[in-house]
Every structure is written in structure tokens, then in C-alpha cells.
């Protein structure tokens, strides 16, 4: 269970990123959250892992208090929480392989982690979680080689390789094209349903919410103004998240 309390975060600017934002994610949810840019949704993402400080409020990872641990016990509960960023944030001249083994790092000692060297098994569980998005040829090419879609697929396969029990998927498919989009969403799904891990996945657009998502939360200029199911964002719902201006498509 991910229970986040009074989430607020102020930047050293001002900006009011999150304010009191609070919610509860069952194990095994998938939880989309919605909004528009800037209306906090990277911003909580990466508090929950720590990318971010908090400026107050409290979250909670089964019994693990993630917004106050540091040092050994914070590294050992960010094992268990993979990460997918928007624009991939792989190291683009080390090969795929490597993008993928470096989901490992948490559970090797340094002097491993800068030698490269991991133990076969983790070699071949790269292999592994390679082969299940779809690229196992792909290993040796240069992340570099590869197209949007396909550096998204080491994306997940890298967070896989954390051995995750909470996936953060932050805008994963801003920048794909509508078919690129379904094809990594599905992944995620898979990965939530036949393993049972957790997702919380940053989005857009309401169809991928609506096809994806079991329950969805919504921001606006960092507020909570929607917490439910996807199906019960109506026109009223929609303007209140996206603006009065904002039209619905479909």
C-alpha cells in the first residue's frame, strides 16, 4: 500500500508544486494521474522515490515512511521502486545491455557496479527482461541505435531488473506516436497484471487513462480535484481538471 498525506511542495523560486495532495494506492493498482503540464504530476512522482525532497506531508511505502528515511534504508526501499522516465534517461553510447544491467545497481556493492562486472544470473535475467518487451536482438546495438519506442522498451526492461513491487512511470509515452503509445502502455499493463506490481503512470490523455488505468487521480496547479474511476470523468469532471476552455474529444 502507497498512502501519500498533505503532499506539498514548494520550490525555492515560490512555485507551489503540490499542495496537500493526498491519496491511497492498493498493492497492484494501476493508478494514472492526470493533468496538464505543470500541474504537479512529475513533481509527485519524483517526490515518491526521493528525486524530489518534500517540502511537507508524509509518504508511506508498506511500513517504510519514504519521505523521511535516508542513506542504507532509503537505498534499500528504492530497490523495490523502478522508475521510467519520459526521455528515456538511458546513457546513449553504453549499449542496451548495459542500460538494462544498471537496474542491478542497487543489490551490487560499488566496486562491482564501476568494474561492470555482475553475476551471470543478472546477465541472463537482462536477457530475460529484454526478451519480454520484444528486443533481446537489440542488446549489444548502442542505446543511441535505437528508436523512441524501442529506448522506452530498455526503459522498462531496466526497471524490471530492480525486481519492483512499485513501478513510477512518469509521462512514459509523451513523446511517441499514438500507436508507439499503446504498445508501451500495454507493457506496463502486462507487467501489472501478470506480476502484480504496482504502477503509477503519469498521463495526458484521457483514452490511454480510460483503456489503461484501473483508478485515476487529477491535478490542477498542484490540488487534488478528482480521485475515482476512469469511467466517472464526465464534462463537468474534465473542464474542472483541463479548464473551462478545454474541449473533449471522443
Known amino acids: 500500500m502507497l498512502r501519500v498525506i ?7 523560486d515560490g512555485t507551489v508544486a503540490l499542495e496537500n495532495v493526498s491519496f491511497e494506492v492498493p498493492d497492484g493498482q494501476f ?6 503540464s505543470g500541474s ?14 518534500p517540502t511537507s ?9 519514504l519521505s523521511h528515511v535516508t542513506g542504507e534504508e532509503l537505498r534499500r526501499a528504492r530497490r523495490k521502486i523502478g522508475m521510467i522516465f519520459q526521455h528515456f534517461n538511458l546513457v546513449q553510447r553504453s549499449s542496451v545491455l548495459k542500460n538494462v544491467m544498471s537496474g542491478r545497481l542497487g543489490y551490487v556493492n560499488s ?4 568494474m561492470g562486472r555482475f553475476p551471470a544470473a543478472d546477465i541472463q535475467k537482462a536477457y530475460q527482461s529484454l526478451k519480454r518487451v520484444g528486443i533481446q536482438d537489440k542488446a549489444n546495438n548502442r542505446a543511441d541505435e535505437l528508436s523512441g519506442g524501442q529506448q522506452q522498451r530498455v526503459g522498462i526492461a531496466r526497471a524490471l531488473m530492480q525486481d519492483p513491487e512499485l513501478i513510477l512511470a512518469d509521462e512514459p509515452v509523451a513523446s511517441l506516436d ?5 504498445s508501451i502502455m500495454k507493457h506496463l499493463q502486462q507487467i501489472n497484471r501478470e506480476d502484480g506490481i504496482t504502477v503509477l503512470c503519469s498521463l495526458h490523455f484521457l483514452d490511454l487513462v480510460q483503456q489503461y488505468g484501473d483508478r485515476v487521480i487529477a491535478l490542477n496547479q498542484g490540488r487534488l480535484v478528482f ?3 476512469p469511467a466517472d470523468i464526465d464534462d463537468k469532471r474534465f ?9 473533449r474529444i471522443g
Not at 566496486?111 to 564501476?114: E, N
Open 239 to 247: 473542464k474542472e481538471i483541463y479548464g473551462e476552455d478545454a474541449q
Open 6 to 12: 498533505n503532499l506539498t511542495k514548494v520550490y525555492n
Open 40 to 53: 504537479g504530476k512529475s513533481t509527485l512522482l519524483r517526490c515518491v522515490n526521493r528525486l524530489i525532497e
Open 178 to 182: 499514438p500507436v508507439l503509445a499503446h
Open 227 to 229: 480521485e475515482g474511476r
Open 31 to 36: 493508478l494514472a494521474v492526470v493533468g496538464l
Open 111 to 114: 566496486i562491482t557496479s564501476v
Open 57 to 65: 506531508g508524509e509518504i508511506w511505502w508498506n511500513d517504510v515512511q
